[in-house]
């Protein structure tokens, strides 16, 4: 584990998961593409679209937009203290990704929504959660 | 090929039974079927049991053998988890295993024990059935997720919440005749309308509750219900199963629910019918945009206009298709692993003219049911028709 990784307190490392959320954190969010170009999230061994084990790493383009959004007043436990939160689907060209819609009222998101992703922690649980900031 | 009959149905009340575990909801559902079967006990070759979320709810697993012995019988048993879908999956198993030969009597049901966790706990334990690493944990629910297919339905094809109230207070209505159903109480459009927000644009009307409750049917080959002289006048003719990715942005349409439509056209295709065929049906409409994803994929709507269903009268008890006569999981209750049995159930007794609602659909020969696991990776369809 590199020094700048950051961890959910004790729970183990999901390997994959987690790193996507470290490159993420540092502007280097990917998806993984086989050579008949389809993409997916890791972690993924094998695409899920053809079965190529050949995948590697892509970019995603900075900016997605946002194509569907709920605000949750009704949360889990994990997320009591976060609530109300907008939570999306945003477009990122080869991928599509869930997440929390922050820094900006939440009532206030609608899809066409131009936002980059912004990893962030849940106010309730300080885990790090997949987050979208809006752009200007 | 040799037709699967139900021979007998059980249900427990749906509702909130906080202090009353599985064994012994199932106890009751599978005492019930086997009664109303005339099926003795040990000519019952296999036990297939739905259950979803025993380990959080009960610290049970391993239900399969549990269940059978609930249910007095020594036959081997199996437990089958497929979110909500659970025991359409067991269902689905039983009637392959019927068809082929392998058995002929098969007990499958399902139960789930849920208030006991209370809202919170029970909201965290269905959430489970999304994708954990991409969609759990940046916080979404069960009510979120379909909270999303919602506002993304509206934005392709129309629609608004108003429509949606509709299916709620056509189903509440539906209920009232229903005394196993949780809800037995009228729902206005208003009153969902003005209900407390869930997860935007879904009220708490739009949400089926949380409920406890188990499911059981007696199935039994065709040459066993003639051997024994059994009163089975409805037949088990069609079933399919579809599937989809498990997170609900790695699929094609965020409106639209394939899995059900792949798993609507085999059980079409066995069953040897058309959409146009179908008489009746009870969908999943664990939230009310849920039911209008449902006909759609079924083709019992056109893609975009599913939502209109209810309000203009093509869905009440009183139009071309009535849908969910029971009540459905919206006011029936959803104990999820009991739900996709209780679904059939309520099909061949409607269809046999035993139901309190077979008034509706007088003559009616040919019934859906369509069961559905978290926003639809998983769905089964079967096809009921009267043969006898």
Known sequence: MSENTESDGERTRDAGFDDWLDAARANEAYSLVCEAGHHSLPPRRVCPECGSTDLTEEPLPETGEVETVTVTHVATPSF??????????????????????????????????????????????????VGFRPVQ | MSSVRVAGTGLTSFGEYPERTSRDLFAEASATALADSDVPRDDVDAVLYGNFMGE?????????????????????ATRYEA??????????????????????VVLVGGAERMTNLGTAG????????????????????????????????????????????????????????????????ALSVED??????????????????????????????????????????????????????????????????????????????DAEIGPEDVDLAEVHDCFTIAEVLALEALDL??????????????????GDTPINLSGGLKAKGHPVGATGVSQVAEVATLLAGDHPNSEYVEG????????????????????LEVVA
């Not at chain 2, 369509?370 to 369809?381: E, F, P, R």
């Open chain 2, 364 to 383: 009616a020969t040919t019934g859906v049911a369509h069961n559905a696991g978290g926003t639809v990776a998983s769905a089964v369809v079967h096809v």
């Open chain 2, 122 to 185: 029970a909201t965290e334990a269905l959430a489970i059935a999304a994708d954990d690493l991409w969609e759990v944990r940046a916080g979404m629910t069960f009510p979120g997720a379909y909270a999303l297919m919602a506002t993304a339905y509206f934005e392709t094809y129309g629609g608004d919440r108003e429509d949606l109230a509709h299916i709620a207070a056509k189903n509440h209505e539906n209920a009232l005749t229903n005394e196993k159903a949780q809800y037995q109480r």
């Open chain 1, 80 to 129: 009591e203290a976060d609530a109300p939160y907008a939570t999306a689907i945003a477009d990122f060209g080869p991928v599509r990704l869930t997440g929390q819609v922050v820094e900006v009222d939440p009532e206030t998101v609608e899809p066409g929504l131009a936002v980059e992703i912004a990893v962030t922690t849940s106010e309730t649980s300080g885990k790090r959660i």
């Open chain 2, 301 to 318: 709507e056109q893609v975009g206009e599913g939502i209109s269903a209810a309000r203009d009268g093509r869905t009440t008890p009183d």
């Open chain 2, 83 to 104: 979110a909500c879908a659970s025991s359409g999956m067991a269902l689905r198993d039983a009637v392959i295993r019927l068809r082929n030969g392998e058995c002929d």
């Open chain 2, 192 to 269: 969902v309308l003005e209900a407390p927000t869930v997860s935007s644009p879904l009220g708490l009307y739009d949400s089926c509750p949380l409920s406890d409750g188990a499911a059981a049917v007696v199935l039994v080959s065709e040459a066993y219900a003639d051997e024994h002289d059994l009163d089975a006048p409805v037949a088990i003719t069609g079933t399919g199963q579809g599937g989809d990715r498990m997170a609900l942005h790695d699929r094609e349409y965020l409106a639209r629910s394939p899995a059900a439509r792949e798993a609507g056209e085999q059980a079409y295709a």
């Open chain 2, 56 to 76: 959080l709810s009960e610290h049970q697993g391993h239900q399969g053998p549990l269940m059978a012995e609930a249910a007095g019988v020594t036959a081997p």
